[in-house]
């Protein structure tokens, strides 16, 4: 048997019907929805946070109730004692002060070592002498000196000379400070 699809009614759709809404206890004109209950909720964080407490000390409660019961005790652990402040302070080390000495030779005739430090290197004169004021201004030996090359002339700003490397690294650290690039220059 054949169908007609064209002249084909749809059929009567049944309207769909609306869930019940669920009737609250306080009486039967207010409707539940699901709503957030405050109260039960902080009940059910304090249960739960009381599990959790119980689970952490529950050993170590019912493992002292069950010593005490026996009548064991815990073993006293033994209290430690450093000797070594005592064995350092009564006795002497024995050094042997050749035993680091530098291999290097010492110069006795060319005199001492002194550090000279080259903090620019500049074209203009005027340059030159604000940098060294500026140097001198903030303690530091500094002197500025005319250099003639093949490139041209240039006037050099130098602080020192130092007797020490140390006091050559500190001054060189108050140029790196003042975002200098300081070369330090070995005379002697």
Do not use: C
């Not at 009486?27 to 009940?43: L, M, T």
């Not at 000797?83 to 290097?104: H, Q």
């Amino acid at each position: 048997m054949t169908r007609d699809y064209a002249n084909r009614t749809a059929p009567k759709s049944r309207p769909r019907r609306k869930p019940a809404a669920r009737v609250d206890r306080r009486g039967p004109s207010r409707v539940s929805r699901g709503v957030f209950s405050a109260p039960s909720f902080s009940a059910g964080v304090v249960f739960g946070a009381g599990l959790v407490l119980l689970a952490a000390y529950a050993p170590a409660i019912f493992e002292e109730t069950r010593t005490a019961v026996r009548g064991e005790e815990k073993p006293v652990k033994p209290e430690i004692t450093f000797d070594f402040p005592d064995v350092l302070r009564d006795s002497k080390v024995l050094t042997n002060p050749e035993a680091y000495k530098s291999g290097t030779p010492e110069q006795h005739d060319s005199g001492p070592q002194l550090y000279l430090l080259q903090a620019a290197s500049l074209r203009a004169d005027t340059d030159a002498e604000a940098l060294r004021a500026r140097l001198t201004l903030q303690g530091l030996p500094a002197s500025s000196d005319k250099v003639v090359l093949s490139s041209g002339t240039w006037y050099r700003v130098t602080v020192g000379p130092f007797t020490s490397q140390v006091e050559a690294n500190r001054a060189m650290t108050r140029l790196r400070e003042m975002n200098l690039s300081a070369l330090m220059l070995k005379h002697g």
